[in-house]
């Protein structure tokens, strides 16, 4: 698969910043000191967010129709262009703003996560630390078992009810059964209440595929946007309605009651487009063609989906037919580290925080226990996918309000440690 489940616009860095002179009104400091109007406290600190290339508005080549024209045109697509782009920013950012001696603490949710990490590796002398939440920076070649992803989504949905997990499970034999029927495509179609008629059984399952994966990543214990609009517990919810379906019910009309609380939660959607994108992952399904190159895999007896294999052959065609590109599998362990990782980052490694929830597929290839004082796990058994990084509100768990306290209690001491060495440094 083309990885639908994650997020590339978490954060990561801007295109084309241009450095300025600071104004008049700029303050002149020391080497190695923050003026006072940056406070170094985690409570109140500068915030500022940016888009990675090729994403939202930052696009190159004036539009995204010219960015995403060809192999050429997105060959500045990558991770390490990315953290080069963030790293020039930050660089100009506290230059203009006269703040050179003020740290910068990293923030990522699941991809950003990832490239928060991978930049405190890459450019220590840019950021102090980061809070990596959610990052899969362990999902790659030889790692962790290719099943780790799809077993955690179908032990969400066990976890909930066995009987959903069950017609789920059933469901992909029905949908075979049906669409080789004379009618079949065309019965599907109506069954799922499509605005095209189907022209391939693999279209819809797809469809399916990635609601079931969404859902487990944002299984939040309240309301949620983030996504698609959603009620708190979503899992739960598709799992009544699967198993609370009409007597007489088909299986695939149960699915099709269940998947409607992702894709039509608000019932404001007459028909479903399966070639729609609303999540925008057109840039990712490039970078998993050339570097984001994550093996899944299904076993059938630990999971509600079909069986089968990695197959990088497969893959390698289908990158090539799309991109006429070769995959680089291993190309993100050379060039960020994830074999050993315990070793690299016990020894190369200080101030990253991996946060992960327990319920989140991705936790599967996270860092889940602490290497050292300064590289810490942070674990929820509740938690989904970067929920720690979402705004707080009143129906925060208890469990959610101390996780945030602990990485705010983490980050100051970091602050506090570099704010310490600088004195000493520049006071001899």
Same mark, same amino acid.
């Given at each position: 698969?083309?990885?639908?489940?994650?997020?590339?616009?978490?954060?990561?860095?801007?295109?084309?910043?241009?450095?300025?002179?600071?104004?008049?009104?700029?303050?002149?400091?020391?080497?190695?000191?923050?003026?006072?109007?940056?406070?170094?406290?985690?409570?109140?600190?500068?915030?500022?967010?940016?888009?990675?290339?090729?994403?939202?508005?930052?696009?190159?080549?004036?539009?995204?129709?010219?960015?995403?024209?060809?192999?050429?045109?997105?060959?500045?697509?990558?991770?390490?262009?990315?953290?080069?782009?963030?790293?020039?920013?930050?660089?100009?950012?506290?230059?203009?703003?006269?703040?050179?001696?003020?740290?910068?603490?990293?923030?990522?949710?699941?991809?950003?996560?990832?490239?928060?990490?991978?930049?405190?590796?890459?450019?220590?002398?840019?950021?102090?630390?980061?809070?990596?939440?959610?990052?899969?920076?362990?999902?790659?070649?030889?790692?962790?078992?290719?099943?780790?992803?799809?077993?955690?989504?179908?032990?969400?949905?066990?976890?909930?009810?066995?009987?959903?997990?069950?017609?789920?499970?059933?469901?992909?034999?029905?949908?075979?059964?049906?669409?080789?029927?004379?009618?079949?495509?065309?019965?599907?179609?109506?069954?799922?209440?499509?605005?095209?008629?189907?022209?391939?059984?693999?279209?819809?399952?797809?469809?399916?595929?990635?609601?079931?994966?969404?859902?487990?990543?944002?299984?939040?214990?309240?309301?949620?946007?983030?996504?698609?609009?959603?009620?708190?517990?979503?899992?739960?919810?598709?799992?009544?309605?699967?198993?609370?379906?009409? %007597? @007489?019910?088909? &299986?695939?009309?149960?699915?099709?009651?269940?998947? /409607?609380?992702?894709?039509?939660?608000? *019932?404001?959607? $007459?028909?479903?487009?399966?070639?729609?994108?609303?999540?925008?992952?057109?840039?990712?399904?490039?970078?998993?063609?050339?570097?984001?190159?994550?093996?899944?895999?299904?076993?059938?007896?630990?999971?509600?989906?079909?069986?089968?294999?990695?197959?990088?052959?497969?893959?390698?065609?289908?990158?090539?037919?799309?991109?006429?590109?070769?995959?680089?599998?291993?190309?993100?362990?050379?060039?960020? %580290? @994830?074999?050993? &990782?315990?070793?690299?980052?016990?020894?190369?490694? /200080?101030?990253?925080?991996?946060?992960? *929830?327990?319920? $989140?597929?991705?936790?599967?290839?996270?860092?889940?226990?602490?290497?050292?004082?300064?590289?810490?796990?942070?674990?929820?058994?509740?938690?989904?996918?970067?929920?720690?990084?979402?705004?707080?509100?009143?129906?925060?768990?208890?469990?959610?309000?101390?996780?945030?306290?602990?990485?705010?209690?983490?980050?100051?001491?970091?602050?506090?440690?570099?704010?310490?060495?600088?004195?000493?440094?520049?006071?001899?």
């Amino acid at each position: 698969m083309s990885l639908p489940p994650i997020n590339p616009r978490a954060s990561s860095a801007n295109t084309h910043t241009q450095s300025k002179k600071p104004t008049s009104n700029s303050i002149v400091t020391k080497p190695g000191t923050c003026p006072n109007r940056w406070t170094t406290s985690a409570s109140r600190i500068f915030r500022g967010s940016n888009s990675h290339r090729y994403y939202g508005e930052s696009m190159p080549y004036g539009s995204k129709e010219e960015a995403y024209k060809n192999a050429t045109t997105l060959s500045h697509l990558t991770a390490e262009q990315a953290l080069a782009d963030f790293a020039v920013l930050v660089t100009d950012l506290k230059r203009n703003l006269s703040a050179e001696g003020c740290p910068v603490v990293l923030f990522g949710g699941s991809y950003g996560g990832m490239l928060a990490a991978w930049m405190r590796l890459k450019y220590p002398h840019i950021a102090i630390g980061a809070l990596a939440s959610s990052a899969p920076i362990l999902q790659f070649e030889d790692i962790v078992p290719p099943e780790t992803f799809y077993n955690i989504v179908s032990n969400s949905f066990k976890r909930e009810s066995s009987s959903c997990f069950d017609t789920i499970k059933k469901s992909w034999n029905a949908l075979a059964s049906e669409s080789q029927k004379e009618d079949g495509l065309q019965q599907l179609s109506k069954t799922f209440r499509l605005c095209r008629e189907l022209k391939s059984v693999q279209d819809l399952t797809d469809w399916l595929d990635s609601a079931y994966s969404y859902l487990a990543m944002v299984n939040y214990p309240y309301p949620s946007n983030f996504l698609m609009p959603l009620p708190g517990h979503p899992i739960r919810e598709v799992c009544k309605n699967i198993d609370g379906s009409p %007597g @007489g019910s088909s &299986i695939l009309e149960r699915i099709f009651n269940g998947v /409607s609380i992702y894709y039509n939660y608000t *019932g404001d959607v $007459d028909c479903f487009q399966l070639d729609d994108d609303p999540h925008g992952m057109d840039g990712w399904d490039w970078q998993a063609c050339t570097e984001m190159v994550m093996p899944f895999a299904s076993d059938r007896n630990t999971s509600m989906y079909p069986e089968f294999d990695w197959d990088y052959s497969a893959r390698q065609g289908e990158c090539r037919r799309d991109f006429q590109v070769t995959p680089r599998p291993r190309w993100i362990t050379t060039e960020f %580290g @994830g074999h050993d &990782i315990e070793h690299v980052l016990k020894f190369f490694g /200080s101030n990253i925080i991996f946060s992960n *929830g327990l319920l $989140d597929p991705w936790s599967g290839g996270s860092v889940l226990k602490n290497i050292s004082e300064t590289i810490v796990a942070l674990v929820t058994e509740e938690g989904a996918h970067h929920i720690d990084l979402r705004a707080s509100t009143t129906e925060d768990p208890d469990w959610l309000v101390e996780q945030r306290a602990t990485e705010i209690k983490l980050i100051e001491g970091w602050l506090d440690n570099y704010r310490k060495k600088m004195k000493a440094t520049f006071s001899v």
